[in-house]
C-alpha cells in the first residue's frame, strides 16, 4: 500500500533534563501532498496533513553525531508511505546546530533518552501495555543509542558505566555503520535480544569494521541478526543524496568512495529496511 505522506514538526519537553527536542513526524496521510521545501531539502508531503487511520507501527530515527534527522528523510519517507508512522529527533546538543555535547558523557546518558520521551508523548509511559511495540534506526551514534535503548550497557572511555534506561518498548534495531566502542566491557550487550538488522560500510573510517565487530560477537546467540557489510560504501552512504548546492569539497557527508552509487544504494536500503519492518510487525 502506498500513502499520501504527512509531515509535522514538533518540540517535545524532556521533564528531566528540561532539554527541548524537536521532532519530525512522517506518516500515512489523507491530504495530497505536493514537493516541498526542508531548509535545503525537498520532499513530497503534505504539511500539516491529515493523518490517516491506522498506522502499521512507529519508527525511531536516530540521526549521527552533529547531525540532523533530515539526512535520512527518503528512509523516513519511504516508511511513511507504507503506512508506519516515522519520528525522528533532533538530538539537542549533538546536532548540526549545537554540537556541544559531542564527545561528552551527558551526551551518552541524554541521547537514548530523547528516544523514551518522544515514546512517552506518543503511546504513553514505559510498562503501561507497550511493550516490543517500536523499531528504532540508528545512523552511527543513532546506533550507540539504539542499543543503549535495547538493553545495551554502555561504558564511558574511562570504564565507568554510564547510567541508561533501557526501554521495553523497543521490539528490534536497524543499525547503520554503528558507533559501539562505548560498548567494549565483557557481557556490554548480553542483554540486547531484540532482532537487529545491521549494514557496516566497507570502507568507514568513522565507524570502523571492528565496531560492527563488537555488535557481532557481543550479542547472545540466540539473538537474530541480519549482518551485511555493504561494498564499496563509506560511513556516509547511508545518508541520503545531498542537493547539488550542498556539495562542496569541505562537506565530507555529501561523498562517497570512487564508484559508490549513493542514490541506487538508498532506494536498495530503503526496500531491505521496509522488509525488516515488516516482518518485525507481522506484516510478511
Not at 504513553?124 to 511495540?133: I, K, M, T
Not at 534506526?137 to 547510567?163: D, N
Not at 562542496?248 to 557527508?253: C, I, R
Request: hydrophobic share 40%; with cysteine; proline share 9%.
Amino acid at each position: 500500500m502506498q500513502n499520501s505522506v504527512g509531515l509535522r514538526a514538533v518540540r517535545l519537553q524532556d521533564p528531566q533534563t528540561d532539554a527541548t527536542i524537536p521532532v519530525i513526524f512522517l506518516f500515512p496521510s489523507n491530504s495530497p501532498a505536493a514537493p516541498t521545501a526542508l531548509g535545503p531539502y525537498e520532499l513530497d508531503v503534505a504539511p500539516d496533513g491529515e493523518p490517516a487511520a491506522g498506522a502499521k507501527g512507529l519508527v525511531l530515527i536516530s540521526h549521527g553525531s552533529g547531525g540532523s534527522p533530515l539526512v535520512y528523510r527518503n528512509l523516513g519517507w519511504a516508511l511513511a508511505q507504507a503506512g508506519y508512522l516515522v519520528a525522528m529527533p533532533e538530538h539537542p546538543g549533538n546536532n548540526r546546530n549545537d554540537n556541544s555535547l559531542a564527545d561528552s558523557d551527558l551526551n551518552l546518558s541524554y541521547r537514548p533518552r530523547h528516544l523514551s520521551v518522544i515514546l512517552d508523548h506518543l503511546i504513553g509511559p514505559a510498562g503501561a501495555g507497550a511493550e516490543g511495540r517500536v523499531v528504532v534506526i540508528g545512523h552511527s551514534m543513532g546506533g550507540y543509542s539504539a542499543l543503549a535503548l535495547a538493553g545495551g550497557k554502555p561504558s564511558t572511555q574511562s570504564g565507568e558505566a554510564v547510567p541508561v534506561q533501557p526501554d521495553e518498548r523497543i521490539c528490534a534495531l536497524v543499525l547503520l555503520a554503528p558507533a559501539t566502542v562505548w560498548y567494549q566491557m565483557p557481557g556490554a550487550l548480553s542483554d540486547v535480544t531484540v532482532p537487529i538488522m545491521m549494514r557496516s560500510a566497507e570502507h568507514d573510517p568513522h565507524t570502523p569494521a571492528w565496531q560492527a565487530d563488537i555488535v557481532r560477537t557481543g550479542l547472545p546467540e540466540d539473538t537474530a541478526l541480519d549482518d551485511q557489510i555493504v561494498a564499496n560504501a563509506g560511513h556516509f552512504s547511508f545518508l541520503s543524496v545531498f542537493p547539488d548546492e550542498m556539495i562542496t569539497a569541505d562537506f565530507q557527508p555529501a561523498f562517497d568512495p570512487p564508484g559508490f552509487d549513493r542514490a541506487g544504494y538508498q532506494a536498495q536500503l530503503a526496500e531491505q529496511v521496509l522488509t525488516f519492518v515488516d516482518s518485525m510487525y507481522g506484516y510478511s
